[in-house]
């Protein structure tokens, strides 16, 4: 297991020396962000990600994400000059010494929550998403001014409005189309430069906003991998995506996909699951509904050996910031993945050298 902690560039407020000093830490998941979606990115802008984080003493070998465009999703006609230009950033951090890209397939809007910052009983504040507070933070029909740190701020309200007008006249099935035509053409580019194209789930793990979102279970696991059948085409395992509903065995899923070499990348996340909707909650397995342990166990008892974050923390001891995404609650995150390999391993290795005896 590599242990990585996600960046968000020199906009960030947690710090990368910070970040290094949580142990064990040594790669960084992070992006170029000054570049519009679909634009290629400028060869200094990764190598000034890349020299950032190795001046910090870590190594810059996932990027998260090489975002989508709309146009690629809809199957509109640029769009094979968009998937060249996806091509060539795979070519290019590949030449910088990236090894997994993480990306999505969601329509227009990525990882969606209802409240940013609920109170729970400790006292600290989390992620959490209600069913029937969705409507209200529906930005093509109300008000709201919800963002998220994975939303395209680009769109104003009106270009959000056509968008989702386009999408409505797609089925699940002409998005399948879309996400072939992408992948048979991404995919052999990935494998030339030996790039782990790594999808992430959606997240909630439903149709949001009346969108069509097809990466939400097993059997659709299934069908994208199939669709390329090469380890180039894999997954990250976001647990807490998949995790926030009871229909999804993680713990099944990390074992099975694991084995089959085909994960790349994992968010570690725990959530609970509720009647009406799911919480965040802290990575500590008896805080939520997900066997952490259990997850940590499947991955290495299948061979996994790939990255891991921790993923969404809360926000604990007075921090603010980015939603998700500060220091504090994450390190603890770190720590305690650090504490369940320590222990899958240690438990794997006692075993084989009671065998040798
Ligand atoms: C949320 C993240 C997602 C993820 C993208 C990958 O915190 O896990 O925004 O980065 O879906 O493209």
């Known amino acids: 297991m590599k242990l990585s902690f996600r960046w968000y560039g020199d906009d960030d407020a947690v710090r990368l020396d910070y970040i290094r000093q949580i ?6 998941v992070s992006a170029v962000y000054d570049v519009p979606v679909g634009e290629v990115w400028s060869r200094e802008s990764i190598a000034h990600v890349k020299a950032a984080v190795e001046n910090a003493g870590m190594r810059f070998e996932v990027v998260e994400s090489i975002p989508v465009h709309e146009d690629i999703k ?14 060539e950033n795979i070519r290019r951090v590949a ?4 090894k997994v890209v993480c990306y999505n397939f969601m329509p227009v809007f990525d990882w969606t929550r209802t409240d940013l910052a609920h109170v729970i009983p400790d006292g600290s504040t989390t992620l959490v998403y209600y069913g029937e507070q969705a409507a209200a933070v529906n930005p093509l029909e109300t008000n709201s001014d919800l963002t998220l740190p994975g939303w395209d701020a680009s769109y104003s309200r009106d270009e959000l409005r056509n968008i989702v007008a386009e999408y409505n006249k797609l089925t699940d099935e002409d998005l399948w189309e879309n996400l072939g035509y992408f992948l048979k053409k991404v995919i052999p580019v990935a494998a030339e430069c030996d790039m782990y ?6 997240d909630p793990c439903w149709s949001i906003f009346g969108l069509p979102r097809i990466i939400s279970d097993e059997k659709d696991l299934d069908r994208l991998l199939a669709i390329v059948d090469d380890r180039h085409n894999g997954l990250t395992l976001c647990c807490g995506s998949l995790g926030c509903s009871a229909k999804n065995d993680v713990v099944g899923l990390a074992a099975k996909y694991a084995k089959a070499g085909r994960i790349h990348f994992v968010h570690m996340r725990n959530v ?6 799911f919480e965040e909650r802290a990575h500590y397995s008896p805080c939520g509904s997900l066997d952490m342990y259990a997850i940590a166990k499947a991955l290495h008892d299948n061979g996994f ?4 974050r921790p993923d969404h923390g809360r926000m604990i001891w007075g921090e603010t910031g980015r939603a998700g995404y500060g220091l504090y609650d994450r390190a603890l995150g770190a720590a305690y993945i650090n504490g369940l390999f320590e222990a899958v391993e240690k438990a794997d290795s006692h075993v084989d050298t009671a065998n040798e005896r």
């Open 95 to 98: 030449d910088a010494g990236v």
């Open 272 to 277: 609970e699951i509720l009647p009406y909707g």
């Open 197 to 202: 194209m790594a999808i992430h789930q959606d």
């Open 305 to 308: 050996d790939g990255y891991i």
């Open 74 to 87: 809809l199957g509109k006609a640029n769009r094979d000059a968009l998937i060249e230009n996806y091509c």
């Open 23 to 28: 142990p064990n830490m040594s790669t960084i």
